[in-house]
């Protein structure tokens, strides 16, 4: 009777664990972003407003690989322009894996508005 009573604690605690784990996995590994549209981080891309591709670049750097088990970890991730404040409009980010393998970053605007973009890229 003791035992059993421990091997079913045992299997619910474990069980809460992992999905912890996949709770926490889900939150830092999310692909989307949304930035404000300000002075610093706004530049002119065909005469729409857009984000700067740095900005771009640095939070999409810092997102593809947010934990070991999640993403390959890129260095030197540059976007050739800024990403047009429009939704729809999408660009291709680069990045080095460890290997010296490119890696092309499709990026895409889900919704924009005069102060934001909310914007996605795949991993």
Do not use: N
């Given at each position: 009777?003791l035992?059993s009573?421990?091997a079913?604690?045992?299997?619910g605690?474990?069980?809460?664990?992992?999905a912890?784990?996949g709770?926490?996995t889900?939150?830092f590994a999310?692909t989307?972003?949304t930035s404000?549209?300000?002075?610093?981080?706004?530049?002119?891309?065909?005469?729409?407003?857009?984000?700067?591709?740095?900005?771009?670049a640095?939070?999409?750097?810092s997102?593809?690989?947010p934990?070991?088990?999640?993403?390959?970890?890129?260095?030197g991730?540059?976007?050739p322009?800024?990403l047009?404040?429009?939704?729809g409009a999408?660009?291709?980010?680069?990045?080095?894996?460890?290997?010296?393998?490119?890696?092309?970053?499709?990026?895409?605007?889900?919704?924009?508005?005069?102060?934001?973009?909310?914007?996605?890229f795949?991993?």
């Amino acid at each position: 009777m003791l035992r059993s009573k421990f091997a079913i604690g045992l299997i619910g605690g474990l069980t809460a664990v992992v999905a912890v784990a996949g709770l926490g996995t889900y939150l830092f590994a999310g692909t989307e972003s949304t930035s404000g549209l300000d002075r610093q981080s706004t530049v002119s891309v065909g005469g729409h407003k857009a984000l700067a591709a740095y900005v771009v670049a640095g939070r999409t750097a810092s997102k593809f690989h947010p934990l070991p088990w999640v993403g390959d970890k890129l260095t030197g991730v540059t976007c050739p322009t800024g990403l047009k404040a429009v939704a729809g409009a999408s660009i291709t980010c680069t990045g080095k894996k460890s290997d010296g393998d490119v890696v092309d970053i499709p990026v895409r605007v889900i919704k924009a508005d005069a102060k934001s973009v909310t914007w996605k890229f795949e991993r």
